[in-house]
């Protein structure tokens, strides 16, 4: 039996407890190429850990009985792996598999922020050309893709909590066009119907046939091609109609079905071939870019309700929340430029309510002055105030 032992470059606390995962990864056989099909399951297998970990690692070097296979600067995660075995390893088809089992130490967060959870609106993705979803009749593949994202993103152990809202086509063309002269109005009515302060949107570029795998003169083959898949995303603050995050992915997986063949991208069959594990890994990178783009971003909500010295937050145990938390009131004084598009505008207060009561969506806080709120308006913005923790304090 093999071991693997993962070099990971990041400063760590010998006095975290170390946690185990067993995790099954998968990588397609390219031409007959199984060794890197293995390394891309090893390296599949292992990135699932690190995300599965809540786990930030600046370099991976995977070895294997002394000699360097795979050397990686890409996957960031917020812990340390002590030790990683190979359980098990097999050749299915097209399709080559591992089953590690890795030690992990969980590491702090990095910035005071984290600690909040940032919800997150996942929308339906658009196909900007659906005449690519005829080979396999995969025209299913916006909402399929969008369901697997969400699900991904749902088991992860990270500050990003994803609500779901891929039953509806949208048209966010706009949206990721240069002009950037997009609606504001679809984010606020996402944001208002799914209670979160951010909201994901993405469209599908390309999911063309590429080059055919087989010989030709080999005609007793079966069939096989690769195809794209390519997805912008982006990332918009609610409070600010702001882009917070954008980022583009692509990929090339062997497409194995003849052209005649219906493809249901709904069924785990799906998502268990090369082209779809090449799409899960672009899954699981999102997973790991979303996280590490809103951890550090300020978590804030709107007022629901006001009751004399109390008001009502749309922020709750849900988001980090906790009795005794502090928040500060910003209102919402928006600016309409010449040709009707707003810009958000937000004013300081030097108002601040405690937390008294928590619930999992919201929250009553209570004004902390004996100077009564005044100038309080519904919708207005409340920021979380966090402080940076003391190194240290004398007593």
């Not at 009515?189 to 080059?211: A, F, K």
Request: glycine share 4%.
């Amino acid at each position: 039996m093999k071991h693997f032992l993962i070099i990971a470059l990041i400063i760590f606390s010998m006095q975290s407890k170390a946690e185990w995962f067993e995790v099954v990864g998968y990588g397609g056989i390219v031409d007959g190429d199984t060794t890197s099909a293995r390394q891309m399951a090893v390296k599949d297998a292992i990135t699932q850990a690190l995300i599965f970990s809540g786990a930030t690692v600046s370099s991976v070097q995977t070895v294997a009985d002394g000699v360097l296979e795979q050397d990686e600067l890409k996957i960031k995660t917020h812990g340390q792996i002590q030790h990683v075995n190979l359980i098990n390893e097999q050749q299915q088809g097209e399709q080559y598999s591992v089953t590690l089992h890795l030690d992990i130490i969980p590491q702090q967060s990095q910035c005071v922020e984290s600690k909040f959870n940032k919800q997150i609106t996942i929308t339906q993705s658009q196909l900007t050309h659906p005449e690519q979803a005829r080979l396999g009749q995969i025209f299913d593949m916006p909402e399929a893709s969008s369901q697997r994202l969400f699900n991904t993103l749902n088991e992860r152990n990270t500050g990003v909590k994803m609500i779901p809202y891929i039953d509806r086509k949208l048209d966010v063309r706009a949206f990721f066009a240069q002009q950037f002269d997009y609606n504001s109005h679809l984010i606020d009515t996402l944001s208002r119907n799914s209670n979160s302060q951010y909201v994901l949107l993405s469209q599908i570029t390309d999911i063309s046939q590429g080059r055919k795998m087989n010989n030709d003169y080999a005609f007793w083959e079966r069939e096989a091609y690769m195809r794209n898949f390519k997805i912008d995303f982006a990332l918009f603050d609610s409070q600010t109609n702001d882009q917070v995050w954008s980022q583009h992915y692509s990929a090339e997986g062997i497409w194995p079905h003849k052209k005649t063949k219906i493809v249901n991208v709904n069924s785990e069959e799906f998502w268990r071939t090369d082209y779809g594990q090449k799409i899960q890994t672009i899954f699981n990178k999102v997973s790991q870019d979303l996280d590490s783009a809103v951890s550090c971003l300020t978590t804030s909500g709107k007022i629901l309700m006001i009751d004399s010295d109390r008001v009502v937050i749309n922020l709750g145990k849900s988001h980090g929340l906790e009795s005794g938390q502090l928040l500060s009131i910003l209102h919402r004084s928006n600016l309409t430029a010449a040709n009707g598009m707003q810009f958000a505008h937000h004013i300081q207060t030097i108002e601040q309510v405690v937390v008294e009561q928590v619930n999992a969506q919201s929250a009553i806080a209570k004004n902390i002055s004996t100077r009564p709120l005044s100038n309080i308006q519904l919708n207005d913005v409340i920021k979380v105030v966090v402080k940076e923790p003391e190194l240290f304090t004398l007593e």
